[in-house]
T-cell receptor, first 113, second 113 residues
């Protein structure tokens, strides 16, 4: 089955700096790669996703890049703000309805004012 | 948030007792999932459902069973709780239209003494 590795496990950045989280996956058939954000004590929520037919996707201060050849994808957060402090999870699946997501271990991001 | 709720939100029980967690969604979503969240492991899939009475095992299904008698309800049962099942359990449903997005419940924190 699919295996998703996520690094780093913790990340501390100064407010205004950029944060980058990297994930690798094992199943070359995977073609859907979402990122979820979980604030302390809350439920995970989707913040951005990418499918294998594109290499990059942006939404305001967040962007995701995908390298299918190398089987890795990354989340980039620019101009970090205190409200970006949370745990971020990457995931991968085959992308069709009902496909089960395999999650990475999570990255705890702390944005220091 | 999609209308998905879990009960109970917190439970403390003793080793060897059965426990049932309930997930209820009002979105008429076909696909539903149970994940457990543990530090360093991200979210791991326990069981999932493709529809009423249609369920299958995930990667960490030992010691768990599920039932789905109605579209809106997905029950997770720990047949005989063990300390290793102390965790936070998240239910999720998948939105319509093949978006792949999961909508999570608030989580149920289970402690097995």
């Amino acid at each position: 089955g699919e295996n998703v590795e996520q690094h780093p496990s913790t990340l501390s950045v100064q407010e205004g700096d950029s944060a980058v989280i990297k994930c690798t996956y094992s199943d070359s058939a995977s073609n859907y790669f979402p990122w979820y954000k979980q604030e302390l004590g809350k439920r995970p929520q989707l913040i951005i996703d990418i499918r294998s037919n594109v290499g990059e996707k942006k939404d305001q201060r967040i962007a995701v890049t995908l390298n299918k050849t190398a089987k890795h994808f990354s989340l980039h957060i620019t101009e970090t703000q205190p409200e970006d402090s949370a745990v971020y999870f990457c995931a991968a699946s085959l992308g069709a309805a009902g496909n089960k997501l395999t999650f990475g271990g999570g990255t705890r991001v702390l944005v220091k004012p | 948030d999609a209308g998905i709720t879990q009960s109970p939100r917190h439970k403390v029980t003793e080793t060897g007792t059965p426990v049932t967690l309930r997930c209820h969604q009002t979105e008429n979503h076909r696909y539903m999932y149970w994940y457990r969240q543990d530090p360093g492991h991200g979210l791991r899939l326990i069981h999932y459902s493709y529809g009423v009475k249609d369920t299958d095992k995930g990667e960490v299904s030992d010691g768990y069973s599920v039932s789905r008698s109605k579209t809106e309800d997905f029950l997770l049962t720990l047949e005989s709780a063990t300390s290793s099942q102390t965790s936070v359990y998240f239910c999720a449903s998948e939105g319509r239209g093949n978006t792949g997005e999961l909508f999570f419940g608030e989580g149920s924190r289970l402690t097995v003494l």
